[in-house]
């Protein structure tokens, strides 16, 4: 039992960590994980409690039971999003999506790669990033309030799911099955599996980071309905969205100031240790992209860069 524990708690501080914009590529796509990773199989997370007045679960981020094993790759998703992303400009023909361990999804390259060549290339209008979310009408519901990017981009997420828009897109992202069969962010776990860890400074940031989702979501509760017309996603669906799109957001200092960025194909790689990396990332011109820093074979797998290295 304490070796579970260990192994569980190693490996949501891992997750964890990995949610914090800093310049650099922060975390992976659905079902994806840093290499040498434990992966583990645990039950569905049970809620301590809902914010008053919270629905059940709806849409693509529905919880279901009993939990699954993570999806490796759902059936067309990939060859979809290769297609949405072709048709607006990007190049992404050089990889593709497949099962590089057992329920786990990855970057495979379909050529070779020299050191410098770019693999990946996706101009901003196929990015979900802040300031697009700040131009969309989501935007209405945190109208004078303080937001970070990162929840701005959860929301625009949401709405976009509700308004059938960018289904190839939405279509690869995790789902809460997903996360649930992985272990899951912090922010999912449940007092319980939070008191069997017996820590008391695990126990303090999780309640830090559910303080602040609390909050978030009483301002989703309070104006979404009266700003979209529709009505508000669930607790259980907003912490989704946070966590899935803190799971896989880049960080660009371009075009005057920090951008916090979901750049569909690139997500999909997984993070590697330093010594295994062999990528690197621009955001150049309107365009970010994915380039080598070494000779990459046929059916080599595409990784990225550990946050922290």
């Known amino acids: 039992m304490a070796t579970r524990l260990l192994?569980?708690?190693?490996?949501?501080?891992?997750?964890?960590?990995?949610q914090c914009p800093a310049g650099r590529i922060v975390l992976q796509p659905a079902a994806t994980h840093a290499r040498g990773a434990v992966v583990l199989k645990v039950p569905s997370k049970k809620k301590s409690g809902t914010a008053k007045g919270a629905k059940k679960p709806a849409g693509f981020a529905k919880r279901s039971a009993p939990p699954k094993p993570a999806t490796a790759l759902p059936k067309g998703s990939w060859d979809a999003?290769?297609?949405?992303?072709?048709?607006?400009?990007?190049?992404?023909?050089?990889?593709?999506?497949e099962e590089v361990l057992p329920g786990l999804r990855g970057a495979v390259a379909t050529r070779s790669f020299a050191d410098g060549d770019v693999i990946l290339s996706v101009p901003q209008q196929c990015i979900l990033e802040e300031k697009r979310a700040e131009a969309s009408p989501v935007a209405a519901v945190w109208a004078g309030s303080d937001v970070p990017a990162y929840a701005k981009v959860a929301l625009h997420v949401l709405w976009l799911g509700q308004t059938n828009k960018w289904t190839a897109v939405l279509s690869m992202l995790p789902t809460m099955t997903d996360w649930d069969a992985e272990g899951g962010p912090l922010q999912l776990w449940s007092d319980a599996e939070i008191a069997a860890a017996e820590d008391g400074v695990l126990s303090q940031r999780v309640g830090r980071l559910k303080k602040t989702a609390e909050q978030l979501y009483a301002l989703v509760e309070q104006k979404w309905?009266?700003?979209?017309?529709?009505?508000p996603p669930s607790l259980d669906e907003f912490l989704w969205a946070v966590v899935t799109v803190r799971s896989r957001t880049f960080a660009s200092k371009a075009q005057g100031g920090l951008q916090a960025m979901v750049v569909p194909g690139v997500d999909l790689c997984n993070h590697d240790h330093p010594e295994n990396v062999n990528t690197r990332h621009d955001f150049v011109g309107g365009e970010f992209k994915l380039v080598a820093t070494r000779d990459i074979a046929v059916g080599e797998e595409v990784c990225a860069r550990l946050p922290g290295y």
């Open 7 to 18: 192994l569980l708690l190693s490996f949501a501080l891992l997750v964890d960590a990995l």
């Open 81 to 97: 999003l290769r297609s949405w992303l072709k048709d607006r400009g990007a190049k992404v023909g050089g990889v593709v999506a």
């Open 225 to 231: 309905e009266s700003a979209l017309g529709l009505p």
